[in-house]
């Protein structure tokens, strides 16, 4: 019975410490991850801001994927296309006629919903998911922020927010073949802001109006395609890995002969299992030739690439794309290293702690330097070693409380590595460094600091 009972405790303790939306949620807005947009006014639907950490930890990402990308190939160089551009380009990729959602609405709830995201036999019926009620009928609504240029809205300086960073990548793609000698097969990367009226936003920065998306557009040669495919898919798969996240927890999709976009010979999606469920991170498509020739027929201009290693062979070129959402990879990152564990620092089998085991090269903060007390000196030669490390590490300092109500502090931030300043380091020099996922504590003398830092970071393994 004992044992029964045991059993019983420990899976009520799983339960209880499982990973929810609403978990992440209150700890990104506490510890400055994310806030809701214009809170103070009611908030903004679909709009989300980026707070101390949550800047850091975005940016961080985008540098991994940008170094993954760009410096480890030698064959694919970056872009930043403008945001507004001229309004044939998104006549040209089908963006006007077909980026449509089918959308109904609760007659009795009033609440809107996508009607491919329902039950279809409750579709069928025209029965609301929510409260039962009858539902409208299916109506499509494009997705596009319009807006107008220019001194007069008379609908002719009519504009848009981009929806995607794709289309700016092709219609510069001859702009840089010239510019930079590029030979196929090359690729072009690019990270930016696309906007969407998405009338459904919801699980917290995974569905927003105002989203950035990390993109790769690969240029190969027609009946190279499959090879490539079949490449960036074993590339992509393998950056997560390196990103130090569960692989348990993805998975792929292909999509099927219904769900395949018009462009696209074949497709498939890398799903994480968020606490709301699988979803989607990010694409690889073979979009083929379709966009090329597409922006060929719209702007009268010549998109073909001349192969001068190849007899002056002219041709369109096909394209793989990578497509990634970066604020979905940082939920993510964030649902990935969160974890809340038992420990015994202080003897109580009660003491609990919240803590976000984020790869070192992603952590907002990599290094918290925490002096023992605030007087005798130990304040001063904690600034002096925090701006020892300050040129290398992005680093923090506390001076309030007891000291494992710091490390409590920092673990919930997900730094790694915690440096405590003690009255032993004013008479020989070392440190105490206390491992955030281990809970280790090991001393080191200060001039050795930043190269076991470093070696740390080089030799981390998810735990």
Same mark, same amino acid.
């Given at each position: 019975? +004992?044992?029964a009972a045991n059993s019983?405790?420990?899976s009520?303790?799983?339960?209880?410490?499982?990973?929810?939306?609403?978990k992440?949620?209150?700890l990104?807005?506490?510890r400055?991850?994310?806030?809701?947009?214009?809170?103070?006014?009611?908030?903004?639907?679909g709009?989300w801001?980026y707070g /101390?950490l949550?800047i850091e930890?975005?940016?961080?990402?985008q540098r991994?994927w940008?170094?993954?990308?760009?410096q480890?190939?030698?064959?694919i160089v970056g872009?930043?296309?403008?945001?507004?551009?001229?309004p044939?380009?998104w006549?040209?990729?089908?963006?006007?006629?077909?980026?449509t959602? /089918?959308?109904?609405?609760?007659k009795?709830?009033?609440?809107r919903?996508?009607?491919?995201?329902?039950?279809e036999v409750?579709?069928?019926?025209?029965?609301?998911?929510?409260?039962?009620?009858?539902?409208?009928d299916?109506?499509?609504?494009n997705?596009m922020?319009?807006?107008?240029?220019?001194?007069?809205?008379d609908?002719?300086?009519?504009?848009?927010?981009? /929806?995607?960073?794709?289309q700016?990548?092709?219609?510069?793609?001859k702009?840089v073949?010239?510019?930079n000698?590029?030979?196929?097969p090359f690729?072009?990367a690019?990270?930016?802001k696309?906007?969407?009226?998405?009338?459904?936003?919801?699980n917290?920065?995974?569905r927003?109006?105002?989203?950035e998306?990390m993109?790769?557009?690969?240029?190969?040669k027609?009946?190279?395609?499959?090879?490539a495919?079949?490449?960036?898919?074993?590339?992509?798969?393998?950056?997560?890995d390196?990103l130090g996240?569960?692989?348990?927890?993805l998975?792929?999709?292909?999509?099927?002969e219904?769900?395949?976009a018009?462009?696209?010979k074949?497709a498939?999606?890398?799903?994480?299992?968020f /606490?709301?469920?699988?979803?989607e991170l990010e694409?690889v498509?073979?979009r083929?030739d379709?966009d090329?020739?597409r922006?060929?027929?719209?702007?009268?201009?010549?998109?073909?690439?001349?192969?001068?290693e190849?007899?002056?062979d002219?041709?369109?070129p096909?394209?793989v794309?990578t497509?990634a959402?970066?604020?979905r990879?940082?939920?993510?990152v964030?649902?990935d +290293?969160?974890?809340?564990?038992?420990v015994?620092?202080?003897g109580?089998?009660?003491d609990?702690?919240?803590?976000?085991?984020f790869?070192?090269?992603?952590a907002?903060?990599?290094?918290?330097v925490?002096p023992?007390m605030?007087?005798?000196?130990l304040a001063?030669?904690a600034?002096?070693v925090r701006?020892?490390?300050?040129?290398?590490f992005?680093?923090?300092?506390?001076q309030?409380?007891?000291?494992?109500?710091?490390y409590r502090?920092?673990?919930?931030?997900g730094?790694?590595?915690?440096v405590?300043?003690?009255?032993?380091?004013?008479e020989d020099q070392?440190?105490?460094?206390?491992?955030?996922d281990?809970?280790?504590?090991s001393r080191v003398a200060i001039?050795?600091?930043?190269?076991?830092i470093?070696?740390?970071?080089? +030799?981390?393994?998810?735990?």
């Open positions: 019975m +004992a044992q019983s405790s420990t009520n303790d799983a339960d209880a410490n499982k990973v929810t939306m609403d992440i949620t209150s990104a807005k506490r400055g991850f994310v806030f809701q947009s214009s809170e103070i006014y009611g908030g903004q639907s709009a801001d /101390p949550g930890l975005k940016n961080r990402i991994f940008w170094k993954e990308m760009t480890l190939h030698d064959n872009l930043d296309a403008a945001i507004l551009m001229h044939r380009v006549e040209a990729s089908g963006h006007v006629a077909n980026f959602d /089918p959308l109904v609405d609760c009795k709830c009033k609440q919903f996508r009607a491919d995201l329902i039950d409750k579709l069928a019926a025209k029965q609301c998911p929510e409260c039962g009620g009858e539902l409208t299916t109506r499509k609504f997705l922020f319009k807006t107008n240029i220019g001194p007069v809205d609908g002719s300086g009519l504009i848009y927010l981009r /929806p995607e960073t794709a700016g990548i092709y219609v510069n793609y702009n073949v010239q510019s000698r590029m030979k196929i690729g072009i690019q990270v930016g696309a906007f969407r009226n998405e009338i459904v936003t919801k917290f920065i995974f927003t109006c105002e989203f998306q993109e790769m557009q690969y240029f190969v027609p009946g190279d395609d499959e090879a495919f079949n490449y960036w898919r074993e590339q992509r798969w393998a950056y997560y390196k996240i569960n692989m348990e927890k998975r792929w999709h292909q999509h099927g219904g769900e395949l018009h462009y696209a074949d498939y999606d890398i799903e994480y299992e /606490p709301m469920g699988w979803k694409g498509h073979n083929t379709f090329l020739k922006h060929q027929e719209y702007s009268t201009k010549d998109l073909q690439y001349i192969d001068q190849n007899n002056n002219r041709y369109v096909y394209i794309e497509s959402g970066l604020t990879q940082m939920l993510m964030l649902c +290293a969160y974890a809340e564990e038992k015994a620092d202080k109580n089998d009660d609990w702690r919240t803590v976000l085991r790869h070192p090269e992603l907002p903060i990599t290094v918290a925490l023992l605030k007087k005798d000196g001063e030669l600034r002096e701006q020892q490390l300050a040129a290398d992005a680093t923090d300092y506390d309030a409380g007891a000291i494992g109500r710091r502090r920092q673990d919930e931030a730094t790694p590595f915690c405590t300043i003690d009255y032993d380091s004013k070392t440190v105490t460094v206390r491992e955030r281990s809970m280790e504590q001039k050795d600091l930043e190269t076991w470093r070696q740390k970071i080089k +030799a981390y393994k998810r735990p």
